[in-house]
């Protein structure tokens, strides 16, 4: 026993091992859970902005996509929030882990506590709005980011598929036809007269508009449904 004394003794002297802190452990605990608690809310904010998303897809057009509706849900699934939640979500689990009296606390606990706490922060932001002025400031910052409002007028602006939105410019009563011009700049114009108008839908100038029908030379229908739900944020 001696001698292995004497050995951790000359270790200690040979390489000059000195003893670490008190405060620096508490500066590491602190930043610990700072960064747990950061790493939380970034979880909640990814969890909010995912609820968002999946909220404001229009499920029921799937059949005018060539697509089962199993096969739309992929698609339309946001799996960079979804990696982002639950990456930030493991590394604040560790992080507590780590802390000074995490060994106190089950992993399944702290993950089940976590977890909870994540959702609940980001279905409280997402009815109190922030998942969409989130998901806004984010699109109008970052070309490559595709907003729900970008997602939408990209899946409603597939004429060639029935599928089609707008600002209404003029409308002709006499004739059931209105001009409209589509999220890109370009016109067309719709015969109404068979419509079904869905969503509390009013066909009148400066309303934007999301109609689901079938093309012809000019925008002529059979039947075709209007919906007064923009594409556009704008409130």
Same mark, same amino acid.
């Given at each position: 026993?001696?001698?292995?004394?004497?050995?951790?003794?000359? &270790?200690?002297?040979?390489?000059?091992?000195?003893?670490?802190?008190?405060?620096?452990?508490?500066?590491?605990?602190?930043?610990?859970?700072?960064?747990?608690?950061?790493?939380?809310?970034?979880?909640?904010?990814?969890?909010?902005?995912?609820?968002?998303?999946?909220?404001?897809?229009?499920?029921?057009?799937?059949?005018?996509?060539?697509?089962?509706?199993?096969?739309?849900?992929?698609?339309?699934?946001?799996?960079?929030?979804?990696?982002?939640?639950?990456?930030?979500?493991?590394?604040?689990?560790?992080?507590?882990?780590?802390?000074?009296?995490?060994?106190?606390?089950?992993?399944?606990?702290?993950?089940?506590?976590?977890?909870?706490?994540?959702?609940?922060?980001?279905?409280?932001?997402?009815?109190?709005?922030?998942?969409?002025?989130?998901?806004?400031?984010?699109?109008?910052?970052?070309?490559?980011?595709?907003?729900?409002?970008? &997602?939408?007028?990209?899946?409603?602006?597939?004429?060639?598929?029935?599928?089609?939105?707008?600002?209404?410019?003029?409308?002709?009563?006499?004739?059931?036809?209105?001009?409209?011009?589509?999220?890109?700049?370009?016109?067309?114009?719709?015969?109404?007269?068979?419509?079904?108008?869905?969503?509390?839908?009013?066909?009148?100038?400066?309303?934007?508009?999301?109609?689901?029908?079938?093309?012809?030379?000019?925008?002529?229908?059979?039947?075709?449904?209007?919906? &007064?739900?923009?594409?556009?944020?704008?409130?």
């Amino acid at each position: 026993m001696n001698k292995l004394s004497n050995k951790i003794l000359d &270790q200690i002297k040979t390489e000059e091992i000195r003893p670490t802190s008190r405060f620096i452990f508490l500066l590491r605990n602190i930043g610990l859970w700072i960064v747990s608690v950061l790493l939380i809310i970034l979880g909640s904010i990814s969890i909010s902005l995912l609820t968002h998303n999946m909220a404001n897809q229009d499920w029921d057009i799937y059949r005018h996509l060539d697509k089962s509706l199993l096969g739309f849900v992929i698609s339309s699934l946001p799996y960079f929030w979804i990696i982002l939640a639950i990456f930030s979500l493991i590394i604040a689990v560790l992080n507590v882990e780590h802390s000074r009296k995490g060994y106190k606390y089950s992993p399944l606990k702290i993950i089940i506590v976590s977890i909870l706490l994540a959702i609940s922060l980001g279905f409280a932001g997402y009815a109190l709005g922030f998942g969409k002025k989130i998901d806004n400031y984010i699109g109008s910052k970052f070309r490559s980011y595709q907003s729900v409002e970008i &997602q939408k007028k990209l899946v409603w602006n597939q004429p060639d598929k029935g599928l089609f939105s707008g600002t209404i410019e003029s409308v002709n009563k006499e004739n059931t036809t209105f001009d409209l011009k589509d999220f890109s700049g370009k016109e067309w114009q719709v015969d109404y007269s068979m419509a079904t108008l869905k969503g509390g839908a009013r066909v009148e100038e400066n309303s934007e508009v999301k109609i689901i029908g079938k093309k012809t030379g000019v925008f002529n229908y059979f039947q075709i449904y209007i919906f &007064q739900e923009s594409t556009a944020d704008t409130t």
